[in-house]
């Protein structure tokens, strides 16, 4: 049996339940820096960066913004426009390669801000691809009947591994978040397909040489000129990776879901280049209008990069009902990934943010704050009890 046969027999297999995109939300740092900011410190122009990317500006994070606290702020967006609560959550996933820590998960941290204490948490790493392969998991979870509502989240703040003495690759970057909400329904639609790749082989052409054992990555990034906890890229062989699988996956995930490519209203790529996405349509057969891309205004956000532009398509009502869209991701593993959509929010009520709803948010987001506090203070109590009674 092949992957394909494979993965259309899972979809066949658990098509009475659908897994439905319900809210949406993105955040990004308050500080933009655009190419001419960035020209004041680093070998490079405005027109180049601009010609050869297609990138204007970028936001960095500031001292007190991070990967969770930009997570929290998408998140929370995504909540209300859902107008469930947090406690309706099962599943907390962050895709990200700038988590806070290796533990505890920046989506535990976002899991215990927003007071969703009925949910799952874990972070996913699969760099630019990230959010696709999380969405890709938590459809699944759903349609399987293992949970009824995921928080997915893409976050990064790249700001934080730039080598910024290496023009080919700090001025690609910028920090943000985006998030989703899926939920079970019985309306056909939501999550048709999706096309999950990897190619280790291609691991030395883009990576962050950091996190678990210290001692062979030292060795090892000095070997290959690597600096740790820094950015590698060879731009070039990344570029030509990315134009192939964005058109081969998202034909594959187009098969799986029984349509044709034609069908697309919209594709939603990873934004890392302008040049990159206008190369892929052009592989496709399809015309550019229908990629969006915003990679002018925020450069190369890693897994946050599909939400943002989501968001902004939503936004600019560039999603209709019943609309096709393909979401399609590439980068450091070597990863891809591909999924179609069918639109369509199958609620009750068209009226988002309920008042009632959003004030037991508010509520709960409160409640948060003092249910971490008091849990650490009882534990702390409670160890020094038995100390004493030892
Ligand atoms: N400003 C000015 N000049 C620069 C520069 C910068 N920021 N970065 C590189 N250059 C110079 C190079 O030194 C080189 O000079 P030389 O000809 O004198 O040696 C020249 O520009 C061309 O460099 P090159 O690397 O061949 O440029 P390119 O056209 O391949 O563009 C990238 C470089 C990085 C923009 C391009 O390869 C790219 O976008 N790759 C994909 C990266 C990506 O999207 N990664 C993320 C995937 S998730």
Known sequence: MTTSDKSANANAAVSARHAHVIGWGMAVPETAM???????????????????????????????????TLAYLAAQQALEVADILPTDLDLVVVATSTAENIFPSTASLVQDWLNAHEAGAFDLSAACSGFVYAMNMAADSIRAGSIDSALVIGAETMSRILDWQDRSTCILFGDGAGAVVLQANETPGGVLSSVLRSDGAGGDLLAIPSVGSI??????????????YKMYMAGGEVFKFATRVVSESVEQACKLADINVEDINLVIPHQANLRILQAAARKLGIDSDKFMSNVERY????????????????????????????????????????????????????????????????????????????RRWRRRVNSRVRDLQS
């Not at 410190?41 to 180049?48: A, G, R």
């Not at 990863?335 to 309920?354: F, L, Y």
């Open 299 to 374: 450069g190369n956000t890693s897994a946050a990069s599909i939400p943002i532009a989501l968001c902004e398509a939503i936004e600019e009502r560039r999603i209709q009902n019943k609309d096709h869209i393909a979401l399609v991701g590439f980068g450091g593993g070597l990863t891809w990934a591909s999924m179609v959509i069918r639109w369509g929010i199958p609620k009750p009520s068209e009226q988002h943010g309920s008042l009632l709803n959003r004030q037991r948010r508010h509520v709960q987001y409160r409640i948060a704050k003092w249910r971490s506090r008091s």
């Open 215 to 228: 001692d062979a990555n030292q060795s090892r990034a000095g070997a290959n000129g690597y600096k740790l």
């Open 34 to 68: 655009t190419n001419d900011d960035l020209s004041a410190f680093v070998d490079t122009s405005d027109d180049w960066i601009y010609a050869r990317t297609g990138i204007k500006q970028r936001f960095i994070a500031n001292e007190g913004e991070s990967t969770a």
